[in-house]
């Protein structure tokens, strides 16, 4: 029998689970060095991979059979959103496009890199990482704002804007929605920067937003899940409320009038003026951030 009277059952987390860890050097005996990804915060780009790693362009069919669904009213959406999605999923390519847009924001993310890491020297700059309250995700990634690390001199004659993180610079470029997801926010005078070029991307037709059928990289998530439930009801299967609702997750609040609004409402708030709350950080987020319930109905609009 163990001598030792404390017990103790840390909830911990796999770091970095999506993919292999690679070991790089060690500075001492208790300090290792490996490699692992980084999710970038407040930013969502278009995927290339969903789900798992199966090809978006394979889903063209039945996104377009999804559209035909909510046309006929067999999914579990009101008409609002039916009237949001069904011209983005009715061309039949909803899948392809957002791979090319997946492809387009890589691309932009790499020449970002390029340019702002490259000294004039020739030497790479280093980066720069800000981590959030909830420093990981569900799969063990590190959650961070990443910028290029300047030396203090630099920081103190470069601009807000022109020292900005490569979140912001997404953002901007219109290769990436904003999605700051509550606890992990930005301080106020970069959301307020966060929503001002989010606003420009979105009017100005930047990147993503140049093409009107685009869906941005979590109603495309979401709408492969509506595709999911509404099979499985077609299919005659019995699902609870839970169930019919598994497609759509997180609240979501107008960051200009503190209104908080049902999963399924998203689209009644601008794309640039989203900030979203998981269902379990709903009270905790209410009380903090004074949100309100809509001042009006989706009947009133």
């Not at 050097?25 to 980084?38: A, E, L, N, Q």
């Not at 046309?71 to 999605?85: C, I, K, M, Q, S």
């Not at 030497?123 to 990981?136: E, G, H, I, N, T």
């Not at 499985?232 to 497609?247: C, F, K, M, P, Q």
Request: charged share 30%; aromatic share 10%; proline share 7%.
């Amino acid at each position: 029998m163990s001598e030792v009277r404390v017990f103790w059952d840390p909830r911990g987390v796999t770091l970095d689970s999506l993919g292999r860890k690679r070991f790089l050097r060690v500075t001492d005996g208790d300090t290792p060095y490996v490699s692992f990804s980084i999710r970038m915060l407040s930013i969502d780009t278009p995927e290339l991979h969903y789900p798992g790693n199966q090809d978006p362009a394979r889903h063209d069919e039945r996104l377009a059979e999804l559209a035909e669904w909510i046309r006929r009213g067999e999914a579990p959406v009101d008409d609002a959103l039916a009237a949001h999605l069904h011209p983005r999923l009715a061309t039949g390519r909803a899948g392809s496009l957002q791979k090319a847009q997946g492809e387009a924001a890589t691309r932009a993310f790499e020449e970002l890199l390029e340019a702002r890491l490259s000294r004039p020297s020739g030497r790479r700059r280093a980066v720069f990482l800000r981590s959030a309250d909830q420093p990981f995700d569900q799969y063990g990634r590190v959650l961070a704002y990443m910028a290029p690390s300047y030396s203090r001199a630099e920081r103190e004659r470069l601009s807000r804007q022109e020292r900005a993180t490569f979140n912001l610079l997404m953002v901007a470029s219109g290769w990436a929605a904003p999605f700051p997801i509550y606890p992990n926010l930005p301080r106020h005078e970069d959301l307020v920067l966060l929503r001002e070029e989010a606003r420009r991307a979105v009017t100005e037709g930047r990147g993503a937003w140049a093409d009107p059928a685009m869906l941005t990289g979590y109603e495309f998530r979401m709408c492969y899940r509506l595709w999911e439930v509404t099979r499985r009801l077609r299919l005659g299967r019995r699902l609870d409320t839970a169930e019919r609702r598994s497609w759509v997750h997180r609240y979501c609040v107008d960051m200009t009038s503190r209104e908080i609004f049902d999963p399924a409402d998203y689209h009644r708030v601008a794309p640039y003026d989203r900030l979203f709350v998981w269902p379990r950080d709903v009270p905790e987020a209410v009380a903090r951030l004074n949100l309100e319930p809509p001042r009006q109905t989706p009947s009133d609009r």
